[in-house]
């Protein structure tokens, strides 16, 4: 069974920047689309930036400019570079891949504090 698992999440000061990783057990993110996904307490899980498997990437307009996505297949890892972090950014992260549709079981997420 694949299993996602997210780290890197952590305490950081408002401005402060947090590198996300996201390493999978089997070769998922192979030829498939890569998301990550970010919920806060209270609130719906909601889709944060994406990167195909040719490159090309989506950013919510919330995060445009101070995060950045990428993958490294090789590595079966994805990452989220996070700079100018803003406490509405507080969050857990989860990544995931999509195959014929759907999503793989999801992970346990990285938790990400900003304080102000």
């Known amino acids: 069974q694949v299993q996602l698992r997210e780290s890197g999440g952590g305490l950081v000061q408002a401005g402060g920047s947090l590198r996300l990783s996201c390493a999978a057990s089997?070769?998922?993110?192979?030829?498939?689309?890569i998301h990550w996904y970010r919920q806060a307490p209270g609130r719906q899980r909601e889709l944060v930036a994406s990167i195909t498997s040719g490159g090309s990437t989506y950013y919510a307009d919330s995060v445009k400019g101070r995060f950045t996505i990428s993958r490294d297949d090789a590595k079966n890892t994805a990452y989220l570079q996070m700079n100018n972090l803003k406490p509405e950014d507080t969050a857990a992260y989860y990544c995931n891949a999509l195959q014929d549709g759907a999503f793989f079981e999801w992970g346990r997420g990285t938790q990400v504090v900003v304080s102000s």
């Open positions: 089997g070769r998922i993110f192979v030829g498939n689309d």
